[in-house]
């Protein structure tokens, strides 16, 4: 069964520091996404990304963050200055079709550790 | 702005038992509304979801029902095994996105 994949599954970066975390999505979807989770808490919505554009983007989603596509495959989150609030676990999805009323598919995560 | 409520936060029940998770939704342009179950340290995974034009979906052990005018949905997990224990999300589409539940985590015990 096809799935999302996430490199890396855990990274950990001192504050100030960039990274970027990377997703595979599933070959013949055309929407993506990412999410975030704090421990313990609810999955949150950063960005929607569409035809090399990006669809939505949440109040989370600041100047700070930003998302590529940089080939027919990979889809990057890249955090410039990370903040120790950046920390949780970091979601790529992506579905098939139109809009957010389709089944997305969430990669395993990356969980982000700020120190 | 757009926002999804659940509850219980925790659901405790027996082996046997039935369980029931309930959300509303404040948009009233919200037209799918996926459940996820989410194991610990694991990715969120849809076990049933349900369309606006659609009142009731099942799924063997799993049933979801909707009411577009309350802009109520649950979800109805019959004979609960301890496989079941997780945090159960309920969503809401919402644009480009889906606003997620806070999440209630279900025990099943044994």
């Known amino acids: 069964e096809p799935e999302v994949t996430q490199t890396p599954s855990h990274q950990v970066t001192q504050m100030g520091q960039e990274v970027i975390l990377r997703c595979v999505p599933i070959s013949n979807h055309l929407y993506f996404y990412w999410y975030r989770q704090i421990l313990g808490q609810k999955v949150e919505f950063l960005v929607s990304f569409y035809n090399n554009e990006i669809s939505e983007k949440s109040e989370i989603f600041d100047d700070q963050f930003s998302v590529e596509r940089p080939d027919g495959s990979n889809f990057t989150l890249k955090i410039r200055s990370t903040k120790l609030e950046d920390s949780a676990m970091y979601f790529c999805?992506?579905?098939?079709?139109?809009?957010?009323?389709?089944?997305?598919?969430f990669g395993q995560g990356t969980r982000l550790t700020v120190v | 702005g757009e926002n999804v409520e659940q509850h219980p936060s925790t659901l405790s029940v027996q082996e046997g038992d039935s369980a029931v998770i309930k959300c509303t939704y404040s948009?009233?342009?919200?037209?799918?509304f996926p459940w996820y179950k989410q194991e610990l340290g694991k990715r969120p995974q849809l076990i049933i979801d349900i369309r606006s034009n659609v009142g009731e979906k099942k799924d063997q052990r799993i049933a979801v029902t909707l009411n577009k005018t309350a802009k109520h949905f649950s979800l109805h997990i019959t004979e609960t095994q301890p496989e079941d224990s997780a945090v159960y999300f309920c969503?809401?589409?919402?644009?480009?996105?889906?606003?997620f539940g806070s999440g209630t985590r279900l025990l099943v015990r044994p």
């Open positions: 969503a809401a589409s919402h644009g480009y996105k889906l606003i």
């Open positions: 999805a992506s579905s098939e079709d139109e809009g957010a009323d389709t089944e997305a598919f």
């Open positions: 948009d009233s342009a919200s037209n799918y």
